[in-house]
């Protein structure tokens, strides 16, 4: 966690940028993470892949049904992930659904990331309240911080109750939608954004869902700390390949 | 201990509302709603009075004689194959389109397997005039034409699901992405007691109507409100639930929950989720479901579309779990077999998913008195060229 809040203790705006593990090839795990961060990018999101991730759009779907079947699991997952803090700094976060995570265990699952040196887990469909009730303890105790989602219909009072038990940042989802479905902001997001600055949270905001490129990473900063990237670096993967992420990155700001 | 929802929408420990953030809108608005919209006595007249008119309700409580003979108990038959439509879904969808009125929404979305639920959604839509929208699998889609035809018919639009596995769980997910992308002005009829919290348990209740009339038909025939057993076939559990819910507290009532065991519960191609299944969340409930040891969810087979779901309605796993309920598991031969016999002692073609509740008389047997109250849940009419592929008729 601490690194995680080092990173968004600057001024500088932060490029976070999600990648579904195992893909385009089951290997591609550790290259892609040491690229990300050759090329400047300062967090990662590593996305373990789920038969049904309802949240997302087509880009990510397909990406997580083509790991799956590359046979990406979470053991394997671990077990590329070991040894990653010898050579990289910046904060790894894990996202996925809650169910992979409940089969392996919770306790396990948050163990095993703190021995690797994973910051966080994003787990979209894990409840806040069961998250109080039931796992808070867990992921204290293994020193992971786990970020809620907001959205654009998330009342002032939810989030105020999201911030106060967030402990890094908030994720604000930008528009009612799953991921990658939106290209360019409209008005109503820039009103989101600008109404969600207003609030002058605890924890700092990063945007994700619609960012695509420099003008929406631009657009998505104006007011929140820091922005997320997955489908359109998911599909420059899908192109191009681990090779010319810094050439991807590169183009973001 | 009661066998329904709490507050939260758990059965025990299952149920629950595992969504995420973008979800939350739409279901806190129908979790704070439901169950004031349905207890007023407006929603109550309009529910009703669709029912009879409508529907056709009450269906008959029908004494199964050459069957009962044959089995040596006592069978009656809740005739919910006379349903309009052929099948208990339209139960749930005139409650939910109600519902969708009363909450200011001009657009329904809907999922399917075999179409069932998807007509029974389409067709309250043209009968309130609101945009319908029905998500299939695109492998259902090419093997239930007859059903995609009909919804159509009705004016609704059918989806392809591409995703995943292109099948109804796929089109579950598909149409929860569509719910995402519409929190506003657009509600979900989910077809079965399955989904987050307050899906299972208001779906549960607008079927509960199912028991209810049980209770006074059986009242008129046996002179007593409770038979010994009620008996349903369980896919996502919705005609059960609906047949169970008013005997769920009272233990003298015994439930009997039947799953399609495909080809053999080890056969690698079955949809038997309590034999088979994890817990584990699917669709935004803590339940049992068919998984790999990683997590991912697997793809269940049965003969009937409509029992091929990898999940099961919370309130069915809690009652598997507490034991509570006798689950018993049908082949798609046993079931095909059954349908064939209820066709020629009673004169009835049954769905294909409702033959698998009446297979189980060749599993168990049953005390000569016993009272034995089998849903029927749904007509053969969709099945026949399953049943004629099968029986090469
Ligand atoms: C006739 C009939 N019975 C049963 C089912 C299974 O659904 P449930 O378990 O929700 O009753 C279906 C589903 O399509 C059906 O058409």
Known sequence: ?253 | MSYHANEKGYYGEFGGAFIPEMLFPNCEELRQNYVQVMETDEFRREFQQLLKDYVGRPTPLYFAERLSEKYQTKIYLKREDLCHTGAHKVNNTIGQILMAKKLGKNRIIAETGAGQHGVATATVCALMGIECVVYMGEIDIARQAPNVARMKMLGAEVRPAKSGSRTLKDATNEAIRDWINNPVDTHYIIGSVVGPHPYPDMVARFQSVISEEVKWQLKEKEGREHPDYVVACVGGGSNAAGIYYHYLDTPEVGIIAVEAAGKGINSGESAATSALGKVGIIHGSKTLLMQTPDGQITEPYSISAGLDYPGVGPMHAHLFKSGRGEFISITDDDAMTAGLELSQLEGIIPAIETSHAFAIFNHRKFDKDAVVVINLSGRGDKDLNTYIGYFKI
Do not use: W
């Open chain 1, 1 to 253: 966690m601490n690194r995680i809040k080092e990173r968004l203790n600057t001024d500088k705006k932060v490029l976070s940028i999600y990648f579904t593990a195992g893909y385009p090839n089951l290997g591609d795990t550790v290259p892609i993470i040491h690229e990300l961060e050759k090329s400047g990018v300062d967090m990662i999101e590593i996305g373990l892949p789920f038969s049904d991730p309802l949240a997302d759009g087509p880009t990510i779907q397909e990406s997580s049904t083509h790991a799956l079947k590359n046979g990406m699991t979470t053991e394997l997952l671990f077990e590329q992930l070991a040894g990653i803090r010898k050579t990289i700094s910046i904060p790894l976060i894990i996202m996925g659904y809650f169910n992979p995570v409940l089969q392996y265990g919770v306790e396990e699952f948050c163990a095993k990331c703190q021995e690797i040196g994973i910051d966080g887990v994003i787990l979209p469909d894990l409840p806040f309240d069961v998250y109080q009730e039931e796992y808070e303890a867990i992921f204290k105790k293994h020193g992971l911080g786990n970020t809620f989602l907001i959205t654009p219909q998330t009342s002032e009072e939810r989030i105020r109750k999201l911030d106060a038990a967030s402990d890094g940042f908030i994720y604000m989802v930008s528009s009612a939608s799953t991921t990658g479905a939106k290209s360019g902001f409209g008005e109503e997001q820039l009103n989101y954004f600008e109404r969600i600055a207003a609030l002058k949270l605890t924890n700092p905001q990063i945007v994700g869902f619609g960012i695509s490129n420099a003008e929406t990473f631009k657009a998505a900063t104006a007011n929140a700390k820091g922005a997320i990237i997955g489908s359109a670096f998911i599909k420059h993967l899908t192109q191009h390949g681990v090779s010319t992420i810094d050439k991807f990155v590169a183009g973001i700001r």
